[in-house]
C-alpha cells in the first residue's frame, strides 16, 4: 500500500477519503477533528469509488463498501475495518419494477431478469440475501444481470446462478427503460419514471416488518484503515473512532425509515438508531458474513472479531 503517512511532531499525517454526507459530514466540514492526527482529506461523492481507490493503496483511511472490504481483506489485502458503520440502509424501496412484467408481489420474482450495478456489491449481496430468507426466493430462482464491472477480478458467482453482464453507462435504470430487464435492485433509487412500479404494497410497511422479524438494519459501509498503520500505531484506531462517534454526535440523522412517524421510529430503534461498536452490530455483520459465505462471495465464514482493528 503506497503511504502518505509521516510523523510530524506528535501527529500522525493519514491520506484519507470520504464521503460529503451522512454521518461523516462534520469531519469533512471541518467540525470535527481526530486527536494527534493530521488528516490529508480527498472528497469523493461515490463510495464505488473509494473502494476501489483503497484496494489500489491511494489511501490509508477510507469509507469503503462493506462487501468489498471482507473479500479483499480475506484475499490479503493489508486493511482493517474500524466498527463505524457509515452507511446502513433498508432495501425494500431500492426494489423497481416495470409495468407490463407481471411483477405485482415481491414473490413474483421468480423466472425474472432482475437488474443490479454490480453482482457482488454489497447492496447486491443484501438484496439476494434478504430475498431469500425474508420472502423465499432463492438466488438461482433469478437471471441477474449487471451494467458495471465488478470491484475485484476472479469473482464468479456459484454453481446454478445465471448472472449476464450488460455494460451500461447509465446503469440498470436505462436496460429498465428499454425492457432488458423486469426489475432493477439499486442501492439508492436516483431515478423515477412513470410505469415503474414497487412488488411492495406499502414499502414503508415492509421495512417494518423485515426490521420487526429479523432486527436487522443492513450496513452498506464503513470506515478501514491500512493495517500496517494500525500495527506502527496501536494507539491510534481509538483515537480515531473517538473522532467518528463525535462526528456521528453532531451529524443531522435521517430516520433509518422514511415516511415513519417519529415517535414509530424511536420506540422501533431506540435513541441511537446508527450504532457503532462490534457487538452492537455483531447480528447484522454476522448476517451479512453468513449470506457472502452463502453466495459464493466467499469461501468460507469467517469470525467478524479477525476483521476489526
Same mark, same amino acid.
Given at each position: 500500500m503506497?503511504?502518505?503517512?509521516?510523523?510530524?511532531?506528535?501527529?500522525?499525517?493519514?491520506?484519507?477519503?470520504?464521503?460529503?454526507?451522512?454521518?461523516?459530514?462534520?469531519?469533512v466540514e471541518g467540525k470535527v477533528a481526530f486527536d494527534g492526527v493530521d488528516l490529508a482529506l480527498n472528497i469523493q461523492k461515490s463510495i464505488d469509488k473509494n473502494s476501489r481507490a483503497m484496494i489500489e493503496g491511494r489511501f490509508e483511511l477510507c469509507e469503503m463498501s462493506l462487501a468489498t472490504f471482507v473479500k479483499a481483506r480475506l484475499e490479503g489485502l493489508p486493511i482493517v475495518a474500524l466498527?463505524?458503520?457509515?452507511?446502513r440502509r433498508f432495501l425494500q424501496p431500492m426494489v423497481v419494477a416495470r409495468a407490463g412484467?407481471?411483477?405485482r408481489t415481491i414473490q413474483d420474482l421468480a423466472g425474472k431478469r432482475v437488474g443490479l450495478p454490480q453482482y457482488?456489491?454489497?447492496?447486491?449481496?443484501?438484496?439476494?440475501?434478504?430475498?431469500?430468507?425474508?420472502?423465499g426466493i432463492a438466488q438461482d430462482k433469478v437471471e441477474w444481470v449487471t451494467t458495471a464491472t465488478e470491484r475485484l477480478d476472479r469473482m464468479r458467482p456459484p454453481p446454478g446462478v445465471t448472472v449476464r453482464n450488460l455494460p451500461e453507462p447509465e446503469g440498470p435504470f436505462a436496460l429498465l427503460e428499454r425492457g432488458q430487464v423486469d426489475c432493477?435492485?439499486?442501492?439508492?433509487?436516483?431515478?423515477?419514471?412513470?410505469?415503474?412500479?414497487s412488488p411492495f404494497s406499502d414499502p414503508v410497511q415492509a421495512q417494518t416488518d423485515y426490521f420487526r422479524a429479523s432486527r436487522i438494519f443492513p450496513i452498506m459501509h464503513l470506515?478501514?484503515?491500512?493495517?500496517?498503520?494500525?500495527?506502527?500505531?496501536? =494507539?491510534?484506531?481509538?483515537?480515531?473512532?473517538?473522532?467518528?462517534? =463525535?462526528?456521528?454526535?453532531?451529524?443531522?440523522? =435521517?430516520?433509518?425509515?422514511?415516511?415513519?412517524?417519529a415517535a414509530e421510529a424511536q420506540a422501533m430503534f431506540g435513541a441511537d438508531p446508527y450504532p457503532y461498536g462490534l457487538e452492537a452490530?455483531?447480528?447484522?455483520l454476522e448476517t451479512f458474513?453468513?449470506?457472502?459465505?452463502?453466495?459464493?462471495?466467499?469461501? =468460507?465464514p469467517v469470525k467478524i472479531e479477525t476483521l476489526f482493528a
Amino acid at each position: 500500500m503506497a503511504s502518505a503517512l509521516s510523523d510530524a511532531g506528535s501527529k500522525i499525517s493519514l491520506a484519507a477519503s470520504l464521503t460529503p454526507e451522512g454521518l461523516v459530514l462534520p469531519i469533512v466540514e471541518g467540525k470535527v477533528a481526530f486527536d494527534g492526527v493530521d488528516l490529508a482529506l480527498n472528497i469523493q461523492k461515490s463510495i464505488d469509488k473509494n473502494s476501489r481507490a483503497m484496494i489500489e493503496g491511494r489511501f490509508e483511511l477510507c469509507e469503503m463498501s462493506l462487501a468489498t472490504f471482507v473479500k479483499a481483506r480475506l484475499e490479503g489485502l493489508p486493511i482493517v475495518a474500524l466498527p463505524a458503520f457509515t452507511g446502513r440502509r433498508f432495501l425494500q424501496p431500492m426494489v423497481v419494477a416495470r409495468a407490463g412484467a407481471g411483477i405485482r408481489t415481491i414473490q413474483d420474482l421468480a423466472g425474472k431478469r432482475v437488474g443490479l450495478p454490480q453482482y457482488w456489491m454489497t447492496s447486491s449481496v443484501w438484496h439476494r440475501g434478504v430475498l431469500e430468507d425474508a420472502y423465499g426466493i432463492a438466488q438461482d430462482k433469478v437471471e441477474w444481470v449487471t451494467t458495471a464491472t465488478e470491484r475485484l477480478d476472479r469473482m464468479r458467482p456459484p454453481p446454478g446462478v445465471t448472472v449476464r453482464n450488460l455494460p451500461e453507462p447509465e446503469g440498470p435504470f436505462a436496460l429498465l427503460e428499454r425492457g432488458q430487464v423486469d426489475c432493477v435492485m439499486m442501492p439508492k433509487l436516483t431515478r423515477r419514471a412513470p410505469g415503474w412500479t414497487s412488488p411492495f404494497s406499502d414499502p414503508v410497511q415492509a421495512q417494518t416488518d423485515y426490521f420487526r422479524a429479523s432486527r436487522i438494519f443492513p450496513i452498506m459501509h464503513l470506515v478501514v484503515m491500512s493495517q500496517s498503520v494500525a500495527r506502527r500505531h496501536p =494507539e491510534l484506531p481509538s483515537r480515531l473512532m473517538a473522532g467518528l462517534v =463525535e462526528a456521528k454526535r453532531q451529524a443531522e440523522v =435521517e430516520s433509518p425509515i422514511a415516511g415513519l412517524p417519529a415517535a414509530e421510529a424511536q420506540a422501533m430503534f431506540g435513541a441511537d438508531p446508527y450504532p457503532y461498536g462490534l457487538e452492537a452490530n455483531r447480528a447484522t455483520l454476522e448476517t451479512f458474513i453468513g449470506y457472502a459465505h452463502r453466495q459464493g462471495l466467499i469461501a =468460507e465464514p469467517v469470525k467478524i472479531e479477525t476483521l476489526f482493528a
